[in-house]
């Protein structure tokens, strides 16, 4: 499924998974499959998004921690998911690859605003 | 368990996790839970260190995949999960964190030589 991009630049973009929880996922456009295959102005770059994002939904969902992770065993182009994890999410404190721990009952403020107030920032 | 630090700088240490795979963890030194929260100089480093680990794990180990992951949810200490995999390995394509998919075989070349290949880089 190719998802809506929320943000792009041309280094990268980002698009929401479909999930419970916050969480976006950054895809570099340059056509590298680990980290240490991209140049260095795209790896920069991801990694100053990758902080943004953070600094935001800790700013505005006020979650339990941050979780990252770079995996593409599946899909072997380079993207980074960052996720807002909560303590009644239904993993935590499980990865959200992990077991599943609980029926979620999150309530989250309006995900749209989140957007907003990320794109002023990027 | 306190692992054995296999580097240490005055910033991070890694130490070695106990798996089938070669997986190292990068621990900041300065006591943060988030990556936002460390201090500029902190992050640069630990993301040099993740660069160069993955390149030493890329070229010794000839892994099918790296796999980065920054999670913290039981032990808000921030680190980095750095691991080597490969299609036989016991979770592949899976996260190390999903479902298991079979029986490891894996025989991988020897982890000591890895280290010191690794240590003459940092």
Request: charged share 35%; proline share 4%.
């Given at each position: 499924m190719d998802s809506v991009k929320l943000y792009e630049n041309s280094l990268l973009y980002i698009v929401k998974e479909d999930s419970e929880i916050p969480w976006l996922k950054i895809f570099s456009?340059?056509?590298?499959?680990?980290?240490?295959?991209?140049?260095k102005q795209t790896r920069e770059r991801l990694f100053n998004v990758v902080l943004i994002v953070e600094k935001t939904m800790i700013e505005y969902y006020k979650p339990e921690k941050i979780n990252i992770a770079i995996f593409g065993?599946?899909?072997?182009?380079l993207h980074i998911h960052i996720m807002a994890r909560f303590k009644?999410?239904?993993?935590f404190p499980e990865p959200?690859?992990?077991?599943k721990q609980r029926d979620s009952k999150l309530k989250l403020p309006d995900f749209d605003t989140f957007i907003k107030l990320l794109l002023e920032k990027l």
């Open positions: 456009k340059q056509n590298c499959k680990e980290l240490s295959d991209c140049d065993n599946y899909l072997p182009k009644n999410d239904s993993h959200m690859w992990g077991k």
